[in-house]
């Protein structure tokens, strides 16, 4: 606030007329007042993104060409996708640590370098452990790809975020759509090893992206001591909840859980006693606008995450739809959140951070309603279009607003920091909510299929979901009404 009132202030003279009407001016003008070389920066954060989520989803549709070419069990098998997923939270908490010792840019270069090499070294692997291993490798510089996306843009844009973060945060949600589509591609041509060849043109251009177009930012960071404390506590915990959520029926996923609880509660314990030495500093969590921010990133994942898992088993046990028919039935839930993104920066602008975030709550509310209805009523195909349009907007409404809020509310050097915590809280947002009511959902499921007794179901599990909602619209009261722009003047 103090900066833009300063850089108002600091205008010519002798041009106040232009000031005065610089809200007026078209979308253009505005756009090229954004700061110097931010789409370059937002082309190669666009990219990164891009490649890591991929990669998660790409391998899906091979595991039966790796059965059978790996001479391995699926139960083996299955571990290239797991392995990957784990591994990408295994370095999420090293981000800040990293970004304060040797800068983004290196950074950045590093993991683009090293996602491009693990990606040969996949394609080249020889047997299921070998691959595995691999792909460990892979998820490990993947996991910060996307948080050095977020983080190198908001220090770039400040209070231009919401302009720009669409740009950003688009490609990651076009990815896990995309790759299925690509690697049946692949396959219907090709061994798998091309799905991991694919990565090399891709990441080659990125990291040519990076060297060009990324700035030197070393002076802007203060280098502090790595905390072994904190990433031996909090790295196993993130391993271990999400492994144990995705395993929450099965022994081993149980076990799980029990032990990421006390590794949770021991590095709170530390980090508290840490402070700004922490591996992430939970001084952050004072900070209202930033709490809130957290908050409402954690439940917009989970409601976003459950939603994407009941919808498919709803359709297809209960409703008797076709697994391919339900793909197409999914299509508007996409489409309502590409019709908000593109539109971000100016609704930002015109209603503010609070106002937009808590209409797109309360939109994806009331399309979580109507699937409650469709639960118990019966399917009807206009009306679920309309329902999944609904939720699509009003989450894509939430998430770049209540990101940016989060930025704007901590100081240009806690950015590093403030990206791992937002990462982390809401990379637990998914698994946390789709247990929870996948739980709830095979509790009231009857043995027996009768269709009163699965209607009854799916409507108290979407209601359970509504009410996750509900929260997440309180959550976006909390909210700052307008970006404080307080990251980019510091």
Known sequence: MEHAARNSSSGAPSRPATTLKAT????????????????????????????????????????????????????????????????????????GWLVGRIGSRAVFLGCFAAFTLTSGLCALAWSAPSLIAFRLLQGMAGGLLAPMAQMTVARVAGRHLPRVASAVT?????????????????????????????????????????ILFLPDDRTDERPRPLDMTGLAL????????????????????????????????????????????????????????????????????????????????????????????TGLFMLPLGLGMMCTFPLMGRLTDRFGIRSLTACGA??????????????????????????????????GTVGIPAMSAGYASVSRPDIPMATTALNIVQRIGGPTLTTLCATFLGWRLPATAIPHALSGAFTETFGLLCVFHALLFLTTLRLPLKLSGKSSSA
């Not at 939970?282 to 459950?306: E, I, Q, W």
Request: charged content about 10%.
């Open 24 to 95: 007026s001016l078209p979308q253009s003008q505005e756009a090229a007042r954004l700061p110097a070389g931010i789409w370059k920066v937002v082309s190669v954060a666009a990219l990164g993104s891009f490649m890591a989520q991929l990669d998660a989803t790409i391998v899906n549709v091979s595991l039966p060409d790796l059965v059978a070419t790996l001479h391995a069990p699926f139960s083996v098998i299955q571990w290239v996708v797991s392995g990957y997923l784990l591994a990408l939270a295994l370095t999420l908490p090293l981000n």
């Open 170 to 210: 688009l490609p990651v949600l076009l990815a896990p759509l995309l790759g299925p589509v690509v690697a049946g591609a692949i396959l219907s041509v090709a061994s798998w090893r091309w799905i991991f060849l694919l990565n090399l043109p891709f990441g080659l251009l990125a990291l040519a992206l990076a």
């Open 234 to 325: 909090l790295a196993p915990a993130l391993i271990a909840f999400l492994y144990g959520t995705d395993h929450v029926r099965q022994p081993a996923g149980q076990a799980a859980l029990c032990v990421a609880l006390p590794l949770f509660i021991l590095y709170f314990r530390s980090a508290r006693q840490k402070g700004d030495h922490a591996l992430i500093d939970l001084r952050l969590f004072r900070v209202p606008a930033f709490s809130a921010s957290a908050m409402t990133m954690f439940l917009m994942n989970g409601v976003s995450f459950a939603g994407q898992m009941l919808l498919p088993v709803w359709l297809i046990h209960a409703c008797g739809v076709s697994p391919d028919r």
């Open 362 to 395: 309360l939109c994806a509310t009331t399309g979580t309603l109507l699937l409650a209805g469709l639960a118990q009523t019966g399917l009807n195909v206009s009306i679920l279009a309309i329902a999944l349009f609904l939720r699509g907007a009003g989450t």
